[in-house]
């Protein structure tokens, strides 16, 4: 990320907690006018939603201050956490937009976790693994989890790994994957398709959150159940 200007993320569960281990980073990111692009299921809490929904809102009225003052302006907020102040502000400036994946005709989430790092020069870093854009998913006390990591650079078929998980990526942004339907978070957030709740998602009609499921306990990734999978720090 210190030496990205893009980030193209997709997973299955995001939590502003994630910025509790790279809010800095994540900040300086954006400071030097990094482009983060996030992907997930519609399980997000309903704090974050709130800080999101903020975000998009405040973005017209910054349109003319500079991006460095807009971020000093945002992260002044003494109120708000700040987990939540760095993700309202990175989508504030523009810094972060979000799409919500569906599966409308399955009973099943979005669950896929793959990222790309784009450099000033082109190189790129891809990976996939086991871990959300959670606390749990990156800190060392959280959990175990696994990724492999490619680079363009590099030979022994990485290069090919790398352009296969970028353009997934792009196909999966613009909708063009089969059985996944992604929606950016304004449109979601207006027709209800954002909950921290399952049954909240089902009363809405998002099939792809039904309740009770067919399966009687659900695990998230992060081995959060139904009932806690949306703590702070998943």
């Given amino acids: 990320l210190a030496q990205a200007c893009e980030y193209k993320r997709a997973v299955g ?3 502003s907690s994630v910025f509790l281990i790279v809010g800095p980073d994540t900040v300086n990111f954006a400071r030097r006018g990094g482009k983060m692009r996030l992907v997930c299921s519609p399980l997000i809490s309903d704090e974050d939603a709130l800080s999101i929904s903020a975000g998009y809102a405040e973005r017209e009225t910054l349109a003319t201050e500079k991006l460095s003052a807009q971020i000093d302006h945002l992260l002044f907020d003494g109120i708000t956490s700040y987990r939540t102040k ?13 799409r919500v994946a569906l599966r409308p005709e399955a009973y099943g989430l979005y669950h896929e976790k793959i990222g790309v790092f784009v450099d ?11 871990a959300n854009e959670t606390w749990n998913g990156w800190h060392f006390m959280g959990n175990h989890e696994a990724i492999e990591v490619f680079r363009s ?6 290069v090919e790994r790398v352009e296969k998980h970028d353009d997934y990526f792009e196909r999966l942004w613009t909708g063009c994957v ?9 449109e979601a ?3 209800k398709l954002v909950s921290a709740s399952i049954g909240i998602l089902a009363a809405s009609g998002c099939r792809s959150c ?3 499921r067919p399966d009687s306990v659900d695990q998230s990734s992060d081995g959060a ?7 702070v720090l998943d």
Avoid at 86 to 98: M, Y
């Fill in 120 to 130: 000033n020069v082109g190189s790129r870093v891809s990976f996939l693994g086991s």
């Fill in 189 to 191: 957030a207006k027709r």
């Fill in 13 to 15: 569960y995001f939590r």
């Fill in 210 to 212: 039904p309740w009770p």
């Fill in 178 to 186: 089969s059985g996944v339907e992604t929606i950016p978070f304004p």
């Fill in 86 to 98: 760095v993700l309202a502000t990175l989508v504030a400036t523009g810094a972060l937009d979000i």
């Fill in 153 to 158: 650079w590099a030979g022994d078929g990485e």
């Fill in 225 to 231: 159940s139904d009932r806690d999978r949306c703590s």
